[in-house]
């Protein structure tokens, strides 16, 4: 049974960067593309970004000029980094299994991250 | 980029009655070499995690109820529930993963009317 448990900071202010951590229990690691997407209260989802095992990664470009991955294979742990933030970047980050044809199978919990001054 | 969008943006719809979610791309998400639609359904309810449905257009996920049918090719998608249920009420998605960036439609909320 795979499980991703996530973790981090939720409470922001503007201008500081939002740090997640998402452990993978079960399943490979290796296998598989480990992707964030967020959901800013009352919208949709919106792809971050992803990463795989040998830290090879692809973004949204709307974020790209402060959006961060980085994986710890050794502890089956991938992490996200956000700078910069603004009340715009609140919203749930959700952790998610990306499976060799694209869709995302298995989701962490979800963290509300707010940015407040 | 793609955009996706879904109509309507909400629906209420009697108990055992069929549901219908619409979503279209704004460009074609077949790939051509494979012949397989790189479109995804999921469901979203309030304090869960989004939970995937349907994958390459009409394939449905393991143990998810057969109620649940997806078509569709190209450019135009259809989530179809056969007799909405009562626990079916959520906000569904699709989402195009034919290229990066990858995206979704705005939701659509289903109800019992």
């Known amino acids: 049974q795979v499980q991703l448990q996530q973790w981090g900071a939720g409470l922001l202010k503007p201008s500081e960067t939002l740090s997640l951590t998402c452990a993978v229990y079960g399943g490979s690691f290796s296998d598989y593309y480990w992707s964030w997407i967020r959901q800013p209260p009352g919208k949709g989802l919106e792809w971050v970004g992803e990463?795989?095992?040998?830290?090879?990664?692809n973004y949204n470009p709307s974020l790209k000029s402060r959006v961060t991955t980085s994986v710890d294979a050794s502890k089956n742990q991938f992490s996200l980094h956000l700078s910069s933030v603004t009340a715009a970047d609140t919203a749930v980050y959700y952790c998610?299994?990306?499976?060799?044809?694209?869709?995302?199978?298995?989701w962490g919990q979800g963290t509300l991250v707010t940015v407040s001054s | 980029d793609i955009v996706m969008t879904q109509s309507p943006d909400s629906l209420a719809v009697s108990l055992g009655e069929r549901a219908t979610i619409d979503c279209k791309s704004s460009q074609t998400v077949l790939y051509s070499s494979n012949n397989r639609n790189y479109l995804a359904w999921y469901q979203l309810k309030p304090g869960q995690p989004p939970k995937l449905l349907i994958y390459w257009a009409s394939t449905r996920e393991s143990g998810v109820p057969d109620r649940f049918s997806g078509s569709g090719s190209g450019t135009d998608f259809t989530l179809t529930i056969s007799s909405l249920q009562a626990e079916d009420v959520a906000v569904y998605y699709c989402h195009q993963y034919y290229t990066t960036p990858y995206s979704f439609g705005q939701g659509t909320k289903l109800e019992i009317k």
């Open positions: 998610a299994r990306k499976v060799w044809s694209g869709e995302l199978d298995y």
């Open positions: 990463i795989n095992h040998n830290g090879r990664t």
